[in-house]
Each structure stands twice: as C-alpha cells, then as structure tokens.
C-alpha cells in the first residue's frame, strides 16, 4: 500500500491532515520552512513529529560532503522519526554512503530526476528516492516514466529504498503515481484536500438527507 506524505512546514496543515487519518509522514524543505515563519528547523519539526509519529524529512543546507555529513549527524539525533534530506550530487552520495553506515542513517535522496540517479541513491544507502515530477513535466519532460522505470530497475535489483513520488501538482500525478507502484506519494495540502472532494459526493449526501427528511416526515 502506498503511503501519504503531505510536503509542508505547516503546523496547522499538517495537523489537519493528520486527524483524517490518512497521513503516513510529512516532507519539508527550507523553502517550506521559511514559508511557514519556522526560523527554528529543530523546534518545528519536532513539533510535525509530536503530530504526525511518523517519517518526517529534514534537509541539509551543505553543498559539500563533509557539511551534509555533520548536519545528518545533528538532524538524525532529533527523534527516530527523522530522515534527513540529502540533493542527489556527487557529494551528496558521498554523504549518503557515510550516513547510510550509522545506525540511524535515515536518508531521503532529493532532487532527482532520472533513473540513473535513483540507482545511484539506492546503491548508497538511501531509505527514500524522491522524483521530482512535477518539476520535470514544467519542463516537457515525462517525470511520471521516471517514477515507472525506477520502480522496474528496483524491483529487477532487490532494493529496499522506497520511490518516493514528489512535486505532485494536480490529481493526475497523484492517480499516476499509484498505477506506477510509487511507494510513497508526498502532495501539498491542497492536492490532498482535492483527493476527497468530488462534487458528486456532496449531491449525493444532499440527496439521502433530502430523502430521509421525506421518510421521517411520513412518520
């Protein structure tokens, strides 16, 4: 079964999601983060790990290997529940093979955008491989194929790194993303609340209702 991640900083967001009881994890950014006023990483995503007790991805800020490195050390101490977010570069899978060493080296490779790098990922250690799909149909590209074809290529090798699904837009992605076997889905609050909503539903509510005010008025 697929899991549903909501990719935001915000508390009251994610706090909503969470009493649906549909959501599975939470990835943020520092763009995220500063969107929602949150100066302090530590403290607020502590606060979306009290809420969700699920994986919730923190990014490093480093360019080089040995910074990602001593941030995944800090980050990964917060809480078990934390994975940190390491962008697919030659550093970055230098960091990941290290991290993926500890213990507790849980990793979320971000930032891809071919196949090729998801392999690479997986083959460091990562936990998580998050396609950027969204970012790649901006560009003419078909992001979904490369969801397709990394589930293939893990699927033939054995990996445990889960494909991740992100920079979901719209529902299309989000149907997409499921017949393609992503194990995870990361969408931002307003493609989840679309995931729900259909007009038809809320006519057919409006009807049983109507209909059973017509019954118990007969009684």
């Given at each position: 079964?697929?899991?549903?991640?909501?990719?935001?900083?915000?508390?009251?967001?994610?706090?909503?999601?969470?009493?649906?009881?549909?959501?599975?994890?939470?990835?943020?950014?520092?763009?995220?983060?500063?969107?929602?006023?949150?100066?302090?990483?530590?403290?607020?995503?502590?606060?979306?790990?009290?809420?969700?007790?699920?994986?919730?991805?923190?990014?490093?800020?480093?360019?080089?290997?040995?910074?990602?490195?001593?941030?995944?050390?800090?980050?990964?101490?917060?809480?078990?529940?934390?994975?940190?977010?390491?962008?697919?570069?030659?550093?970055?899978?230098?960091?990941?093979?290290?991290?993926?060493?500890?213990?507790?080296?849980?990793?979320?490779?971000?930032?891809?955008?071919?196949?090729?790098?998801?392999?690479?990922?997986?083959?460091?250690?990562?936990?998580?491989a998050s396609i950027f799909v969204g970012r790649m149909d901006d560009a003419g590209l078909d992001g979904m194929e490369v969801v397709r074809q990394t589930r293939e290529i893990f699927d033939n090798y054995g990996f445990d790194c889960q494909v991740l699904a992100a920079s979901?837009?719209?529902?299309?992605?989000?149907?997409?993303?499921?017949?393609?076997?992503?194990?995870?889905?990361?969408?931002?609050?307003?493609?989840?609340?679309?995931?729900?909503?259909?007009?038809?539903?809320?006519?057919?509510?409006?009807?049983?209702?109507?209909?059973?005010?017509?019954?118990?008025?007969?009684?």
């Amino acid at each position: 079964m697929a899991q549903i991640f909501i990719d935001t900083a915000s508390v009251e967001e994610i706090r909503e999601a969470a009493s649906w009881g549909v959501l599975d994890g939470v990835t943020t950014n520092p763009t995220l983060m500063m969107r929602a006023g949150a100066a302090d990483l530590k403290a607020n995503t502590l606060k979306i790990v009290e809420i969700v007790q699920g994986p919730v991805s923190a990014e490093v800020l480093s360019t080089n290997a040995a910074g990602m490195v001593e941030e995944a050390r800090d980050i990964l101490s917060w809480s078990e529940h934390v994975y940190v977010k390491i962008p697919t570069t030659v550093e970055g899978l230098k960091a990941m093979k290290e991290i993926a060493s500890w213990p507790n080296g849980r990793i979320n490779a971000t930032l891809i955008f071919s196949p090729t790098q998801a392999y690479l990922v997986a083959r460091a250690g990562a936990s998580f491989a998050s396609i950027f799909v969204g970012r790649m149909d901006d560009a003419g590209l078909d992001g979904m194929e490369v969801v397709r074809q990394t589930r293939e290529i893990f699927d033939n090798y054995g990996f445990d790194c889960q494909v991740l699904a992100a920079s979901i837009r719209h529902n299309g992605h989000v149907l997409d993303s499921l017949l393609a076997g992503a194990d995870i889905l990361t969408v931002p609050f307003t493609v989840l609340q679309k995931m729900i909503y259909s007009p038809f539903t809320d006519v057919g509510v409006e009807r049983f209702l109507a209909d059973w005010e017509k019954v118990a008025g007969k009684e």
